[in-house]
């Protein structure tokens, strides 16, 4: 059999190494509960079979398909903290304050940001949005910073996805200006000693919210703000801001900071996609335009389209362009932005492809001689892409990985996890025990800093501290929900798997295998040549089906099905989609992974 796949009987279809080095498995479900799903409201069984298979129950199954803020939004009020954090933001609208927010350069935290921004604003205050520069402040607040802020005439200072942990930079502010937190970052104790920090993921939190993003604390905090004036009586006579309108940039958040898309977040994303589809916000509608995204948006689209954009300037440019363009009102402005960061996101591109070859083969080399988690730095690395190789060094080798760039003597990384790892509280353990200058997380990921000889000494803690990385096997599996044959792949069956979405993080979404089908074209497309397509044919002929490959794929993956262009049949596996092209539904399939069959 030629190289590339491994098959064994108790694998799905026999693949236990695929060509991308995965072990292939069907996602179980219980079937009784499948059909009594499919039964009660008359769904395809497949779409009952898909849901039992995510650990939705009978009862669960109607709210999961349709779910409502109505039904799933909680009262703010049960967060900690939430009814001091309205009361003062209500004060500064009622005196018209000056407030500074100080958010984060991730898509997150620029949603956040914006959020706040916007809401305050709309209720009359001089709003000073700050975003610091990831390479000379680095995350979080800090001291100059904040100084600078309260200068220029903040009374108040709401800290957006950073600030639990930063209880030293915020003691600056004492008797300049008070301050209010709004995060969910992991707390390492007690809050700061400041006016409120509400945080679902504080240690006496009881709300159970703990899988919010800091976006969607932030609406929950307008939420009660509002309801403060509308208490006083600050609306007889004028117009409440639209908050249901913000969900876009709630759902952007949630997808990109990949919380999990069950319960309240479901709700929030779905809505938020519906306002998102308003195309309302000149700046998201510019950078869909400018990223060919015409279709409806979807938790794709966020995660994949608008996310990285935004996300590149805090990378590797201007770490508030994100923010700047959530808030562009004029579309002139907005498609300006949009295309500086569609230009930033290439450059990013091209500086992760510089290293990424580099930091996987040390990666292998640190694996082959017994290190349980790679640690991989390298002078002048940029500190903006460093996450985005470990992410990948995670996927290839199935194990916890951290990734630095030195710059100064100093080594600025980050790192990413497998599940059941807790690679965050590793990296706060380190940092307590005097290893670190500097780092945090949560389990599937964190950041760092120390200096760069002390490097080894942080691998040797890793090892010993994430020892069980060692016992993980080489090749991550991958769960398949169900083969299909060519020929049965319509626009209706597609409709159907749809109403499962929106799809990420505690709601995955389908992958389907066809098995031995035939590769009859590949061609490289895209600005750079970076996507592959294919044209899928079943064995016997007849049925045909495009399929893409997107760029940053795994290279033995495009290689192999470059090859098997008109060769011998293959199984490939990925997720269904369905467009409109000029009013004709257009079928095809995402790749996730292919497999050689095995011979006859």
Same mark, same amino acid.
């Given at each position: 059999?030629?190289?590339?796949?491994?098959?064994?009987?108790?694998?799905?279809?026999?693949?236990?190494?695929?060509?991308?080095?995965?072990?292939?498995?069907?996602?179980?479900?219980? /079937?009784?509960?499948?059909?009594?799903?499919?039964?009660?409201?008359?769904?395809?069984?497949?779409?009952?079979?898909?849901?039992?298979?995510?650990?939705?129950?009978?009862?669960?199954?109607?709210?999961?398909?349709?779910?409502?803020? +109505?039904?799933?939004?909680?009262?703010?009020?049960?967060?900690?903290?939430?009814? %001091?954090?309205?009361?003062?933001?209500? +004060? %500064?609208? /009622?005196?018209?304050?000056?407030?500074?927010?100080?958010?984060?350069?991730?898509?997150?935290?620029?949603?956040?940001?914006?959020?706040?921004?916007?809401?305050?604003?709309?209720?009359?205050?001089?709003?000073?949005?700050?975003?610091?520069?990831?390479?000379? /402040?680095?995350?979080?607040?800090?001291?100059?910073?904040?100084?600078?802020?309260?200068?220029?005439?903040?009374?108040?200072?709401?800290?957006?996805?950073?600030?639990?942990?930063?209880?030293?930079?915020?003691?600056?502010?004492?008797?300049?200006?008070?301050?209010?937190?709004?995060?969910?970052?992991?707390?390492?104790?007690?809050?700061?000693?400041?006016?409120?920090?509400?945080?679902?993921?504080?240690?006496?939190?009881?709300? +159970?919210?703990?899988?919010?993003?800091?976006?969607?604390?932030?609406?929950?905090?307008?939420?009660?703000?509002?309801?403060?004036?509308?208490?006083?009586?600050?609306?007889?006579?004028?117009?409440?801001?639209?908050?249901?309108?913000?969900?876009?940039?709630?759902?952007?958040?949630?997808?990109?900071?990949?919380?999990?898309?069950?319960?309240?977040?479901?709700?929030?994303?779905?809505?938020?996609?519906?306002?998102?589809?308003?195309?309302?916000?000149?700046?998201?509608?510019?950078?869909?335009?400018?990223?060919?995204?015409?279709?409806?948006?979807?938790?794709?689209?966020?995660?994949f389209v608008l996310g990285p954009r935004i996300n590149a300037a805090g990378r590797i440019s201007e770490c508030d362009l994100g923010l700047r363009l959530l808030l562009a009102e004029d579309p002139e402005e907005a498609r300006l932005l949009a295309r500086q960061l569609d230009g930033i996101n290439r450059q990013r591109q091209v500086v992760e492809a510089g290293l990424l070859d580099l930091a996987l083969a040390e990666a292998a080399a640190q694996i082959a001689a017994g290190h349980a988690v790679p640690v991989v730095a390298g002078q002048g690395w940029h500190p903006g892409v460093v996450g985005i190789v470990a992410g990948r060094i995670k996927e290839r080798f199935n194990r916890p990985a951290c990734v630095a760039g030195v710059a100064d003597g100093v080594a600025r990384g980050s790192g990413r996890s497998v599940p059941g790892i807790d690679l965050g509280a590793a990296v706060i353990a380190a940092r307590q025990s005097g290893l670190l200058l500097t780092g945090g997380g949560h389990a599937m990921a964190?950041?760092?800093?120390?200096?760069?000889?002390?490097?080894?000494?942080?691998?040797?803690?890793?090892?010993?501290?994430?020892?069980?990385? %060692?016992?993980?096997?080489?090749?991550?599996?991958?769960?398949?929900?169900?083969?299909?044959?060519?020929?049965?792949?319509?626009?209706?069956?597609?409709?159907?798997?749809?109403?499962?979405?929106?799809?990420?993080?505690?709601?995955? /979404?389908?992958?389907?295998?066809?098995?031995?089908?035939?590769?009859? +074209?590949?061609?490289?497309?895209?600005?750079?040549?970076?996507?592959?397509?294919?044209?899928?044919?079943?064995?016997?002929?007849?049925?045909?089906?495009?399929?893409?490959?997107?760029?940053?794929?795994?290279?033995?993956?495009?290689?192999?099905?470059?090859?098997?262009?008109?060769?011998?049949?293959?199984?490939?596996?990925?997720?269904?989609?369905?467009?409109?092209?000029?009013?004709?539904?257009?079928?095809?399939?995402?790749?996730?992974?292919?497999?050689?069959?095995?011979?006859?």
């Amino acid at each position: 059999m030629p190289d590339g796949t491994v098959l064994d009987a108790g694998a799905a279809l026999g693949v236990t190494a695929s060509l991308s080095g995965r072990h292939w498995r069907w996602r179980p479900a219980d /079937e009784r509960i499948a059909l009594g799903i499919a039964q009660r409201l008359d769904l395809p069984e497949l779409v009952g079979r898909l849901l039992a298979a995510r650990g939705v129950g009978l009862d669960d199954a109607a709210d999961f398909l349709a779910p409502t803020l +109505r039904a799933l939004l909680p009262d703010p009020s049960v967060l900690a903290d939430m009814d %001091a954090a309205a009361e003062r933001l209500a +004060r %500064a609208a /009622e005196t018209a304050e000056t407030v500074a927010v100080f958010g984060d350069y991730d898509v997150d935290g620029a949603c956040a940001g914006a959020l706040l921004t916007t809401v305050l604003r709309a209720l009359g205050c001089t709003v000073l949005p700050y975003v610091p520069d990831r390479l000379t /402040e680095g995350y979080g607040p800090n001291g100059p910073a904040l100084l600078g802020l309260a200068e220029r005439g903040a009374t108040l200072v709401v800290c957006v996805d950073c600030g639990t942990a930063a209880a030293d930079a915020l003691a600056v502010l004492a008797g300049r200006a008070e301050v209010v937190i709004l995060d969910h970052h992991a707390a390492q104790g007690p809050p700061p000693p400041v006016l409120a920090t509400v945080n679902p993921n504080r240690l006496d939190c009881p709300s +159970r919210l703990g899988q919010l993003c800091a976006a969607a604390v932030a609406f929950m905090a307008a939420l009660a703000t509002v309801r403060v004036l509308r208490r006083h009586g600050c609306f007889t006579g004028r117009t409440e801001p639209d908050l249901l309108g913000l969900l876009d940039l709630v759902a952007l958040a949630t997808v990109c900071d990949v919380m999990p898309l069950t319960g309240l977040n479901r709700a929030l994303v779905g809505q938020g996609l519906r306002v998102m589809a308003r195309r309302a916000r000149p700046g998201l509608a510019a950078l869909l335009a400018v990223a060919d995204a015409d279709g409806p948006p979807s938790a794709f689209t966020c995660g994949f389209v608008l996310g990285p954009r935004i996300n590149a300037a805090g990378r590797i440019s201007e770490c508030d362009l994100g923010l700047r363009l959530l808030l562009a009102e004029d579309p002139e402005e907005a498609r300006l932005l949009a295309r500086q960061l569609d230009g930033i996101n290439r450059q990013r591109q091209v500086v992760e492809a510089g290293l990424l070859d580099l930091a996987l083969a040390e990666a292998a080399a640190q694996i082959a001689a017994g290190h349980a988690v790679p640690v991989v730095a390298g002078q002048g690395w940029h500190p903006g892409v460093v996450g985005i190789v470990a992410g990948r060094i995670k996927e290839r080798f199935n194990r916890p990985a951290c990734v630095a760039g030195v710059a100064d003597g100093v080594a600025r990384g980050s790192g990413r996890s497998v599940p059941g790892i807790d690679l965050g509280a590793a990296v706060i353990a380190a940092r307590q025990s005097g290893l670190l200058l500097t780092g945090g997380g949560h389990a599937m990921a964190a950041g760092f800093s120390l200096p760069a000889a002390s490097v080894p000494v942080f691998q040797d803690w890793l090892d010993t501290r994430l020892a069980a990385a %060692a016992a993980l096997p080489a090749a991550a599996e991958l769960a398949l929900d169900g083969a299909l044959d060519l020929a049965a792949v319509m626009p209706a069956l597609v409709e159907s798997v749809g109403r499962l979405a929106p799809f990420g993080a505690g709601n995955p /979404e389908p992958v389907f295998v066809l098995p031995r089908v035939r590769v009859v +074209r590949a061609d490289a497309m895209g600005r750079e040549g970076g996507t592959l397509r294919l044209f899928l044919q079943s064995e016997s002929g007849g049925a045909r089906l495009k399929a893409l490959l997107f760029r940053g794929a795994d290279e033995r993956l495009v290689a192999a099905l470059r090859n098997a262009a008109g060769g011998l049949p293959v199984h490939v596996c990925g997720h269904l989609r369905l467009d409109a092209w000029n009013g004709t539904p257009s079928l095809w399939l995402q790749v996730r992974d292919a497999a050689l069959c095995a011979p006859p």
